[in-house]
Structure formats: structure tokens, C-alpha cells
Nanobody, 125 residues
Framework: QVQLVASGGGSVQPGGSLRLSCSASERAFSLYAMGWFRQASGKEREFVAAISWMAHNISYADSVKGRFTISRDNTKNVVVLEMNNLYPEDTGVYFC??????????????????WGQGTQVTVSS
């Protein structure tokens, strides 16, 4: 079973930046597609970004395109979400997830098998 630990959340002002990291316990991390989802208070979890197992393919939700960047380092079992020019509507709990389907790029959360515990991102002035 893959254990995922997300970190890097915090509070920033609009226009600020944050860097989220997700570390995986599994040696086979490089075989999994990785994704980030978020959930705002009172709303459903939504897709943010995903990256295929060899990082050849990446997808983003329209709401974050041009502002967020997902990347991975398979030698360190880490996936990173760089978030720039943050808006208040980016506020929420961010979850990383792993999918056995190595080329899956979202947005369906049901296709992801393992989930991290979530890290809070708050964008407010």
C-alpha cells in the first residue's frame, strides 16, 4: 500500500505563492500517476492537476492553468505542486493522490487509489 504525506500548506495573501510536496513510501512510486485535488469548505473535492508516471504528460484544471505547475522526482518519490498568483478561491484542503493507471491524468478522483492526509491552503488578505 502506498502511503502519501502532503506538506507545504499555509496562509498567504492574494497573489502569493506556495509550494506543496507529497512524499510517497512506495518503491514503485514511479509506476503511479500522481494527482492533486482540493476541497473547499462545503464543496466537493475537485481536480487540480495530474502527472503521468514518467512525467511525459500533465494536465491541469482550467482554473489553475498558467498559475500552478506539477512536477515529480521519481528518484526521491516526491511530487510537487508549485502555486503562484494565488486567488482567494484557491483556498481549501489540498490532497495528493496516486493512481495505479500510470498514464491517468484525471479528473476523476475514483481512478486514484491512494490518498494523502491533506494540507490546508488559505489565501486571504
Amino acid at each position: 500500500q502506498v502511503q502519501l504525506v502532503a506538506s507545504g500548506g499555509g496562509s498567504v495573501q492574494p497573489g502569493g505563492s506556495l509550494r506543496l510536496s507529497c512524499s510517497a513510501s512506495e518503491r514503485a512510486f514511479s509506476l503511479y500517476a500522481m494527482g492533486w485535488f482540493r476541497q473547499a469548505s462545503g464543496k466537493e473535492r475537485e481536480f487540480v492537476a495530474a502527472i503521468s508516471w514518467m512525467a511525459h504528460n500533465i494536465s491541469y484544471a482550467d482554473s489553475v492553468k498558467g498559475r500552478f505547475t506539477i512536477s515529480r522526482d521519481n528518484t526521491k518519490n516526491v511530487v510537487v505542486l508549485e502555486m503562484n498568483n494565488l486567488y482567494p478561491e484557491d483556498t481549501g484542503v489540498y490532497f495528493c493522490a496516486a493512481s495505479r493507471f500510470g498514464n491517468y491524468l484525471g479528473p476523476k478522483s475514483q481512478a486514484f487509489d491512494y490518498w494523502g492526509q491533506g494540507t490546508q491552503v488559505t489565501v486571504s488578505s
